[in-house]
């Protein structure tokens, strides 16, 4: 029998916790009071098992949780039903961790691009990437290409949606993507830099693949999804179906749960195809902790099998000033994305979008980065 681990915050008095932890081996395995069974191999097989309980506060607990391998097959959704389905709705339990099976894991690509991939396509090897988002949402189609062809004749790498931006009556999907994959390639047929626009392809599952289709024929190599917003089976189901693509993964709709930042973004949107993850920055519009981002990265990077180490991309409230203070937090394996702060130069565009990317390859790296 193969077991996997899965790890959870539990807030209780210790009193209580041993019983915490006993119904929620319950809930997330067979959901009914072991009187309720009584097929012995469903108790010896089936049934969640308690592992270490380690108290890390006057009232709260790292709980392991050992669940059976054989309840979850290769079903994206059931796994993730399996490691945080009813218990999510539980306000005293956070998932914090799993660790899964060799077996387990073999059942899930991971990124089909990674950190070499996109260096790769972008050719730079060594260096810190670029990322700018097009905003603000509400812009018509020849003023947000005329943006991206701006942010390309500035050798950004890849110039993404906003997030906002999908298929509303002033800016259309169809028309959207080829004319600004046709600005983006004009002003690298001037330069002779690569740089990439990535169009936000989210939906229902019938729009993205019509919208990745869109996308491929009109030359799109990266696109941008939020996998929290589509649901997870349906991303690893695109990244399936459309493996060619660099995916890069918006976190938006990824505060709405109790899964730990450094799990959800640097572990799990990894294991089901993010070649690149968008986060939330310490000192920006959000109050993440230096030591959640560190951690974040870090399992974006670790070694994992087969599955390919995949980017961190630190963003939201970033300026231009911090990016040296940033390379050297993360380390050259990162891309940093800036959006409103370039674009607050407004005539002055061009000029700022070079500085950022003047910031960003003429960085030299002191060490690693804490990440």
């Known amino acids: 029998m193969a077991w996997l681990t899965a790890t959870y915050h539990v807030a209780a008095p210790p009193e209580r916790v041993e019983a915490r932890a006993r119904a929620l081996a319950l809930e997330q395995s067979v959901e009914c009071p072991l009187e ?8 010896d097989e089936v049934v969640g098992r308690v592992g270490e309980i380690e108290q890390l506060g006057p009232e709260l607990f790292r709980v392991d949780i050992r669940l059976a391998v054989q309840t979850i097959g290769a079903d994206t959704a059931q796994l993730i039903n399996m490691l945080f389905g009813n218990a999510s709705i539980w306000e005293d339990v956070e998932f914090v961790d799993v660790v899964l099976p060799d077996d387990v894991a073999a059942n899930f690509t991971g990124p089909r691009h990674g950190i070499a991939g996109v260096r790769a396509l972008v050719g730079a ?30 050798g950004v790498d890849i110039i993404k949606d906003d997030h906002g931006i999908v298929d509303q009556r002033y800016s259309p999907f169809a028309e959207r993507i080829p004319a600004l994959q046709a600005a983006v390639e004009s002003a690298v047929a001037s330069t002779g830099r690569a740089a990439f626009y990535a169009p936000n392809i989210s939906g229902t599952p019938r729009d993205l693949h019509a919208r990745a289709r869109i996308a491929r024929d009109a030359g799109c190599k990266v696109v941008l999804v939020a996998p929290m917003l589509i649901g997870l089976p349906a991303f690893r189901e695109l990244v399936d179906d459309f493996p060619e693509f660099v995916y890069l993964a918006h976190p938006s709709f990824g505060g709405a749960t109790r899964i730990a930042a450094p799990l959800l973004y640097g572990k799990l949107l990894r294991l089901f195809g993010a070649d690149a993850v968008i986060f939330v920055n310490y000192g920006g519009r959000f109050a993440w902790a230096p030591e959640t981002c560190a951690a974040l990265a870090a399992n974006l990077r670790a070694p994992w099998g087969h599955i390919r180490p995949a980017l961190p991309v630190p963003a939201g409230g970033m300026l231009l000033e911090r990016v040296p203070e940033l390379l050297d937090f993360y380390g050259p394996d990162s891309m940093l994305l800036i959006g409103g702060n370039l674009l607050i130069a407004r005539e002055r565009l061009l000029e700022r979008s070079r500085e950022f990317v003047g910031a960003v390859e003429g960085h030299r790296f002191a060490g690693a980065g804490v990440a």
């Open 125 to 154: 090897p060594e260096r810190a990437l670029t990322q700018v988002a097009l905003k603000p949402q509400g812009l018509p189609v020849a003023d947000l290409a005329a943006m991206a062809r701006t942010f390309a004749l500035a």
């Open 36 to 43: 309720a069974i009584g097929d012995q191999r469903v108790l």
